[in-house]
């Protein structure tokens, strides 16, 4: 079998592995949605000034919890579930096959991928079916798959560095959201920040800011033409090759806890 | 006969400790070959350097011809490793995982054989997560047995088993023993190395102190026959010709015998004679146990 072939057939795998296990499944895919669910049903149809007197807060949830679907997906997805991995031996294991160590590593990064695509195109939906949150036309579309490329390629690198940064299983959770909630918070994602005061500066230089305000801008009714936000795929982008030197140079198929 | 693994002079060090002092071990192809020790006598550094895990600081190593340092593919698709830890995809079913298995090999075993062969069949379709733990442990070694692997590493493949789960896993490795793979076994229980392996050598503090096929090793076939038994409060003295009893543990007498036939039909007769009843009577040979923990007795207590 061709190295091609087996990276599709262990993103098979992987896949299934995913949606049976009900954590993953739960927290990685449910979550995004109820909090669309919730958010829209307390907010939802309040004016938000920011976007101007016809805009709702829908118009801005709706981009806000696609970068939140793309940083639990790929960030808490792979950081929880490669360190799991890893402390298991199951990562250990795969070591001692035949298996190009890139294709797992590309398998778990690709189906986190696709669940981060699912979870935006299902959020965009409901968005649009029940808030009438619209893009501001196509001119704005590339700007938006633009970042959420460059989203998740940044978070999933930034998921495999962490890995490194957590000693054994029952710290991952402790870990893993205590570094991304607080950011979540000041970061545009759960709660629009306006004016600018020290959280705005602190937010500034971590990637979820970027990652919100670059999805965002493509539903923005003030964005003019295209509305790439070269800035803030520009910080992403840094944050993407450290994250990824890092991980080059600190992840571990072994387990961590044992020795 | 070839050779599948050949080491020599083999080091390694963590720091300030020496881990292995300089090994050197050479096992045929079709050969069982069990590595006995304590805990923390370099066993599992040993091994993990013939698996390509660890690297090494000093010596020549081959597997199969290959240098595991550099971490061929070739080598490894020749190769199945049954580690100690026992992680495997808990949401897939034991064939599934099987199956994902067999397709990073050139050349898998078939599905069936490997469920045959580590008697699994009624779990096939069940998730690794409901498996008991015996049942995960003959799922590892199906895992590495997924390759067809010409030799297989085993780490002590039936810690935690239960008497009859050990039987079965026994009977796994007999039956790829006599497949004619080579099997580099590692385990605390010497009645498993007695069970299965053609050849062990003892790993102490870092170096072979010996090797050999479980009868003879360390001199064991030629040692001598202990008698034990225990004598009732005022019993008569035993006769002279008996020679002094050597050793009395918690009351027993033991005398240890070069010439067994004699020395019991002296000690039989004097005890009819006497009308003696000599308590828990025991004629027993040295086991590798014995032999075992003499040759690591005091890195063994040491580690307790």
């Known amino acids: ?259 | 006969m070839t050779v599948a693994i050949d080491v020599k002079g083999l080091r390694k060090s963590y720091g300030a400790l020496e881990a292995v002092r300089g090994v050197d071990l050479q096992i045929e192809s079709g050969e069982v070959f069990a590595l006995l020790g304590p805990n923390g006598a370099g066993k599992t550094t040993t091994v993990e350097i013939l698996e390509g895990y660890r690297r090494r600081d000093a010596g020549d190593v081959s597997v199969l011809g290959f240098d595991p340092a550099r971490r061929e593919r070739a080598m490894k698709a020749r190769i199945g490793i049954v580690l100690q830890s026992t992680g495997v995809e808990q949401f897939l079913t034991v064939s599934e995982v099987i199956e994902m298995y067999r397709g990073y090999y050139p050349k898998p075993r078939p599905l069936d054989e490997i469920i045959d062969v580590v008697g699994l069949n009624e779990k096939r379709g069940e998730r690794v997560k409901k498996l008991s733990g015996g049942q995960q442990r003959r799922l590892d070694v199906a895992i590495g047995l997924a390759g067809d692997p010409e030799l297989l590493f085993l780490d002590e493949p039936t810690t935690g088993f239960d008497p009859a789960a050990r039987r079965r896993m026994w009977d796994a490795v007999k039956n790829l023993a006599s497949l004619g793979k080579t099997i580099f076994l590692t385990t605390h229980y010497m009645d498993e190395a007695q069970e299965l392996a053609n050849r062990v050598a003892v790993i102490s503090a870092g170096v072979i102190v010996a090797e050999g096929p479980p009868s003879t090793l360390a001199g064991r076939e030629a040692a001598q026959t202990i008698v034990r038994f225990r004598l009732p409060e005022r019993a008569p003295a035993l006769p002279r010709s008996l020679k002094v009893p050597t050793a009395a543990r918690d009351g027993l007498i033991e005398i240890e015998a070069a010439d067994p036939v004699t020395v019991l039909h002296e000690l039989t007769g004097w005890a009819l004679e006497k009308k003696v009843e000599l308590q828990q009577l025991e004629v027993s040979r040295p086991t590798l146990e014995d032999v075992y923990l003499k040759l690591t007795g005091d890195e063994a207590e040491a580690a307790e």
């Open chain 1, 1 to 259: 079998m061709s190295d091609v072939a087996l990276a599709l057939r262990q993103v098979k795998y992987e896949n299934r592995s995913f949606w049976r296990n009900p954590a993953s499944a739960f927290f990685t895919f449910v979550f995004p949605i109820m909090f669309m669910v919730i958010f829209n049903l307390i907010f939802g149809s309040s004016k938000y000034s920011p976007f101007g007197s016809n805009a709702t807060v829908s118009q801005f949830y709706t981009p806000a919890l696609m970068a939140f679907s793309i940083i639990t997906a790929c960030y808490t997805n792979i950081a929880m579930g490669v360190v799991f991995a890893r402390e298991e031996g199951i990562l250990k294991r795969m070591r001692g096959t035949p298996l190009p160590p890139w294709v797992y590593l590309f398998a778990r990064i690709a189906v986190s991928v696709m669940v981060a695509v699912l979870l935006v195109v299902i959020i965009g939906v409901f968005g649009r079916v029940f808030y009438h949150v619209k893009l501001q036309g196509v001119r704005t579309l590339p700007e938006l798959v633009v970042a959420l490329v460059v989203g998740a390629a940044t978070f999933c690198a930034i998921g495999l560095a962490m890995t490194s940064f957590v000693p054994n299983v029952d710290a991952a959770p402790a870990v893993v959201n205590a570094t991304i909630f607080p950011l979540l918070f000041i970061s545009d994602v759960f709660i629009p920040i306006q004016g600018n005061g020290v959280l705005t500066h602190i937010a500034a230089v971590f990637p979820v800011k970027h990652l919100s305000n670059a999805i965002i801008a493509a539903y923005n009714p003030h964005t003019v033409g295209a509305g790439f936000k070269g800035n803030d795929l520009a910080i992403m982008g840094a944050w993407a090759v450290a994250a990824l030197i890092v991980a080059l140079r600190r992840f571990r198929w072994e387990p961590r806890a044992q020795s």
